[in-house]
Each structure stands twice: as structure tokens, then as C-alpha cells.
């Protein structure tokens, strides 16, 4: 690949600067993978409206660029983003919206419809988004979608063209996700999570609507009532606003055996992965699913349901519930707990099959796209 003289790539970087979700994660990882591969561009410029977290650690080609605003950060996207940014160079936005009426190349990635799923979200914010992410697909030079399904719902909701959308999958870091043979070191993480070693079940993510969190905890509720199971349970990412879990937990009588994390570094959540029986991610839809793959990186037995994209990658790596309410969920943990033979073969099926989402290939065939743009 030949280099091209002083070009450099911009990164809408707004996801990282606000509470740290999957594409926040995304960013990072395309960072990550560009810098240790040949790329035509000299340098590549995050922009954010306000200085990086501490946790946020770039590469070392990799320049943070803050534009300061007071303005809305819809409103920084448009007009402070593309006056900064000019109108030369390939723009870069990971997080659905591009300033539409800016002149520079854009790629675009989405990763999942509001519209597919209107019950999770309130009218108001359906139609913001709806209007942002469709007039900022059109305008996309390069349009990439993390899942078959996704690039569905684009199609059939903003009205462009199959051949224009690029589905380009989210990955995982397997060198960082991976199984960990080392019982004592598990073992260890337990007892610091609960005072003593015992089994736990996992989820991770937001706990917004569609991923059916209260009717899991139910479901943990009565396998704990009916079952005497002596698992706890651990919800990383539960500290967003709004996301009010304590009084259910409360009212179903679980404060001692449910532990609920906000944002966790990822060494903490590589080590959940691997020290809980079962991890369960019940969403009812889903652009991709990043903490399915994670898990099944890391050979952990898991539940999620059978829709959406969950499909395209987890079919036969991971048990597929129907449905996403507590009577289903608590059938599905039973069947996978009480079968040795089940959890075994999510193993050694969900770590192969994770590999082929290494983030290297993903980022590599992220560039090849971007690349076309100059």
C-alpha cells in the first residue's frame, strides 16, 4: 500500500468522552489495530468536544484534537466537527451521525436500528435519531453496518440502496479475551468479588429495555427460591442514569447475592468471563452483540436469545432462548447448568468461532474501505 504525502484521517471521537458503551470500545480497538498495521495516513485526529477520560489511552499515532463547545453535542457534531475538521480529508464517524452538510469524505458506520425496535425507546427520541441517522446514511461516501440483519433494517427504514451499505462485523480482542486455564487465579478473583469462592452468573452491558434485565433477575430470583442454587449474580454496566435496579432487587429479595458494577476496565471484565458457571445476555434486538462474542472468546457457557444478529455469529456457539421473559430464561439457565455436555461444547465451539472476529481482521477490512476515499 503506498503512502500518500501528509494525509491524515478524522476520527469523530464523541462516543469517548461520554459513559463508555460498545462503540466507545469500538473506537478504541479500529485506534488500536491501525497503529500496528501500514496505513496511508500520517496521522489520524480524534476530535471530542472535551479532554479524554484518563482511561482512554490513544496510540501513539493517534492525536486527540478537543474542539471546545458549550453547544449541544448534536450541535458540535454539525458545525464545530466539519469546521475543524475541513474538507479534504476522510472523516472517519463511528457512532451513526456525520455532519451532513460538510464537503470532506465520510464513512459511516450504524450499528442498529431504532426503528426495528420502537418499544425500547420513547417517541421523542425515535424521531431525533431517526431523522440524524437516515440523512446522515445518505450522505455517507462509504457506509458500513456490523450485521446482515442491520443492513436489513437500513434498507427497509431509510430507503438506500443494498449495494450501498458495507457489512463490516464488530470484533474481539482475542489476545485479551481468551480462556484462562488457571483455576487459582479464578479463584482468587471470586473470593475478592464475594469474600469467598462461589459460582456466579454474569451479565454485561447496559441494562436498557430490550435486554430483558428484570425478567432475568426474576428468573434468577426463583432459581435461587426453587432451586437452592448457591450462585450469585454479577450485572457489569449498571450504573447508567436511569437505570434504577436496586428497588427490583430489593422487592425480589436478592440485596446479598446480586453485585451490580458500573463501568469496569477490561482485565476485570476478561476475568468475569471466565470465573462465572454462565453468562446471559437476553436482548431482543441487537445490532451485533459485543459482550456475546466476548464471551464466547473466553469459553464462557452462554444464553442469549435467537433473533436479530445474534444469529449470524452465536447459532450453535451459545444456547438460543426463544423468548426473553423470566419463565424462558429460567428454563434456559436450569437446561445449561444441568448439562455438563451443553457447556463443553460451547467451549469448544465459541472460542474458534470468536477468532474469526479478531479485531486486526475487522480493522483491516474497515481501512481497505476507508482507503478507497482518498
Known amino acids: 500500500m503506498s503512502r500518500a504525502s501528509s494525509t491524515f484521517l478524522g476520527v469523530n471521537g464523541i462516543r469517548l468522552v461520554a459513559p463508555i458503551s460498545g462503540v466507545a470500545r469500538y473506537i478504541e480497538n479500529m485506534l488500536r489495530c491501525w497503529s500496528q498495521v501500514e496505513n496511508p495516513f500520517d496521522e489520524t485526529r480524534v476530535y471530542t468536544p472535551r479532554p479524554l477520560p484518563t482511561q482512554v489511552v490513544l496510540p501513539s499515532k493517534v492525536r486527540s484534537?478537543?474542539?471546545?463547545?458549550?453547544?449541544?453535542?448534536?450541535?458540535?457534531?454539525?458545525?464545530?466537527?466539519?469546521r475543524q475538521h475541513g474538507?479534504?480529508?476522510?472523516?472517519?464517524c463511528p457512532s451513526y451521525v456525520a455532519p451532513i452538510w460538510t464537503k470532506c469524505p465520510l464513512v459511516v458506520v450504524h450499528h442498529g436500528s431504532y426503528e426495528a425496535y420502537p418499544q425500547a425507546f420513547p417517541w421523542w427520541r425515535r424521531q431525533k435519531a431517526y431523522w440524524a441517522y437516515k440523512y446522515s446514511a445518505r450522505r455517507a461516501d462509504r457506509l458500513i453496518t456490523v450485521s446482515e440483519h442491520s443492513k436489513r433494517d437500513m434498507v427497509k427504514f431509510y430507503g438506500i440502496s443494498s449495494a450501498k451499505c458495507h457489512v463490516i462485523p464488530v470484533g474481539v480482542n482475542t489476545s485479551h479475551f481468551r480462556p484462562i486455564d488457571e483455576p487459582q487465579q479464578l479463584a482468587d478473583f471470586r473470593r475478592r468479588m464475594f469474600g469467598e469462592d462461589v459460582p456466579f452468573i454474569l451479565y454485561v452491558g447496559k441494562p436498557v429495555k430490550r435486554r430483558n434485565l428484570p425478567a432475568l433477575l426474576e428468573a434468577y430470583a426463583r432459581l435461587v427460591r426453587e432451586r437452592r442454587l448457591?450462585?450469585?449474580?454479577?450485572?457489569?454496566?449498571?450504573?447508567?442514569?436511569?437505570?434504577?435496579?436496586?428497588?427490583l432487587i430489593k422487592q425480589l429479595g436478592l440485596e446479598q447475592r446480586v453485585t451490580l458494577i458500573g463501568h469496569a476496565a477490561h482485565d476485570f471484565i476478561a476475568l468475569a468471563y471466565n470465573s462465572c458457571s454462565l453468562f446471559v445476555y437476553p436482548s431482543s434486538y441487537e445490532g451485533f452483540g459485543m459482550p456475546v462474542l466476548e464471551a464466547m472468546a473466553c469459553g464462557t457457557p452462554t444464553i442469549?436469545?435467537?433473533?436479530?444478529?445474534?444469529l449470524e455469529f452465536a447459532d450453535g456457539a451459545a444456547f438460543l432462548a426463544e423468548r426473553g421473559d423470566a419463565m424462558t430464561l429460567f428454563q434456559a439457565m436450569v437446561e445449561v447448568l444441568d448439562n455438563p455436555d451443553w457447556r463443553d461444547?460451547?467451549?469448544?465451539?465459541?472460542?474458534?468461532?470468536?477468532?474469526n472476529y479478531d479485531w486486526s481482521l475487522i480493522a483491516e477490512r474497515t481501512m481497505k474501505l476507508i482507503v478507497e476515499l482518498i
Do not use: K
Not at 474542539?67 to 454539525?78: I, L, T
Not at 442469549?304 to 445474534?310: I, K, R
Not at 461444547?345 to 477468532?355: K, N, T
Open 65 to 82: 484534537v478537543v474542539v471546545p463547545s458549550r453547544a449541544p453535542y448534536a450541535v458540535w457534531e454539525q458545525l464545530h466537527l466539519p
Open 87 to 92: 474538507s479534504r480529508a476522510v472523516l472517519f
Open 230 to 247: 448457591p450462585h450469585r449474580f454479577v450485572c457489569i454496566g449498571s450504573d447508567l442514569p436511569g437505570m434504577h435496579l436496586a428497588p
Open 304 to 310: 442469549t436469545l435467537g433473533n436479530t444478529s445474534l
Open 345 to 355: 461444547r460451547m467451549r469448544r465451539i465459541g472460542v474458534p468461532r470468536a477468532q
